[in-house]
C-alpha cells in the first residue's frame, strides 16, 4: 500500500484505529460461519418408524406447539424446550425425539418458530433461508418462552439440533435458560459466538457433533474447543464426537445401521445426563 503521507504524520489515534481495524478484519477473516447444511444432506429415509407421535398440538401464546408430556408424575417446574432442524413439526422425527424427552420424565415443548412454514424435504434451501432468519425465528421462540415461564416454568433446559444450534446458542448467550444443549449445529459463527458466550453467559453448555458432518466439521469443533474447553468455559462446556455418522444423526437413524442407532441413542443420552445434572 503507497502512502501519499509518511506514517510519522498521522496523528496517535489514527495508528491506533488502524491497528484496531487491522485486528478487526482479522478476526473476521478467523471466523466462519458454519453453514447450513442442505437439507437433502441430513435426511436419511429408510427408517419406516412404526411409532406414533403421542403428544399434541397446541397454541401457546399465538405460537402453535407441539407438547409431550411423561406418563408418570413430573416436577411442573421444569421443562424441555426443543428446537428443531429445518423439518419443523411436519418431521415425524422431531415429535418422536420430543416424546423421547417426555419419556425420559420432563414436559417437552416444541414450538413452531418456523412459522408455519417448515422446508418440505424437496424445498428449495437458498429461497426458504432468507425468510427464517434471526428476525423471523426469534419471535415466536421468545414468545414460547414468556408463556412457559408465566406458567411458572423455572428452569427450562434447551435442546437444539441443526438450525436449533443457532437458537439455543443465542438463549445460552441471553442466559434466557438454565442449561443448554445442541446437536451438529450450523449457521453458528465459530469462533464468534463462542467468544461471546464465554463473555457473557453463566449457562453450561453441551454439543453432540458428527464426524462426517460438512457444517460443524471436526475442524470447527476443534476450534469451538480452543474457546471452551480445557476449564475455560466456567459455566460447564462439553463436547462429544460421534464417528461414522452424519450432519442429522441426533434427528434420524436408518434403523437397519447400528452404527446409526447407537450414535443417535448416544447423543440422547448424553444430551439427557448433561440437563439432568445442571437442573439439580
Ligand atoms: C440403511 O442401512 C442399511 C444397512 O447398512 C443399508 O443397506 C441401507 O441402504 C440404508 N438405507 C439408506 C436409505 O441409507
Ligand atoms: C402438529 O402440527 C404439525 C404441523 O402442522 C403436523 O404436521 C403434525 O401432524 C401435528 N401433530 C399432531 C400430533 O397433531
Ligand atoms: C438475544 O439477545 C440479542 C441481543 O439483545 C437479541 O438481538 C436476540 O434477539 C436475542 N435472541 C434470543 C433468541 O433470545
Redesign the pocket.
Known amino acids: 500500500m503507497a502512502h501519499s503521507r509518511s506514517p510519522a504524520a498521522y496523528p496517535n489515534s489514527n495508528r491506533i484505529m488502524k491497528l484496531f481495524l487491522c485486528l478487526l478484519f482479522l478476526a473476521a477473516v478467523q471466523a466462519a460461519i458454519v453453514p447450513a447444511v442442505n437439507p437433502i444432506a441430513h435426511f436419511?429415509?429408510?427408517v419406516l418408524n412404526a411409532a406414533k407421535p403421542r403428544g399434541r398440538n397446541v397454541t401457546i401464546n399465538g405460537v402453535l406447539t407441539y407438547v409431550s408430556l411423561p406418563k408418570k408424575k413430573f416436577d411442573k417446574t421444569t421443562a424441555v424446550l426443543l428446537l428443531t432442524d429445518v423439518f419443523g413439526l411436519p418431521s415425524p422425527d422431531n415429535l418422536l425425539l420430543a416424546d423421547e424427552w417426555a419419556a425420559a420424565g420432563f414436559q417437552t415443548f416444541v414450538p413452531d418458530y418456523l412459522n408455519g412454514d417448515a422446508i418440505p424435504m424437496d424445498g428449495d434451501f437458498t429461497t426458504w433461508l432468507p425468510n427464517h432468519g434471526e428476525a423471523q425465528t426469534t419471535p415466536p421462540l421468545l414468545a414460547v418462552i414468556k408463556a412457559l415461564k408465566k406458567r411458572g416454568i423455572k428452569k427450562i433446559a434447551a435442546t437444539g439440533y441443526c438450525f436449533g444450534g443457532l437458537y439455543v446458542t443465542r438463549l445460552v448467550q441471553n442466559n434466557t435458560i438454565t442449561v443448554g444443549t445442541m446437536a451438529h449445529p450450523s449457521l453458528l459463527n465459530v469462533p464468534t459466538d463462542f467468544d461471546l458466550m464465554k463473555e457473557i453467559s453463566h449457562i453450561p453448555v453441551e454439543i453432540n457433533n458428527a464426524e462426517l458432518d460438512t457444517g460443524f466439521t471436526p475442524a470447527v469443533a476443534a476450534q469451538t474447543d480452543g474457546v471452551m474447553a480445557n476449564g475455560q468455559y466456567t459455566p460447564g462446556y462439553l463436547r462429544r464426537q460421534f464417528d461414522g455418522v452424519a450432519h442429522g444423526f441426533a434427528v434420524r437413524a436408518?434403523a437397519?445401521?447400528p452404527v446409526q442407532v447407537a450414535a443417535k441413542q448416544g447423543a440422547f443420552d448424553t444430551s439427557l445426563a448433561w440437563i439432568k445434572s445442571h437442573l439439580e
Open positions: 436419511h429415509p429408510s436408518n437397519s445401521d
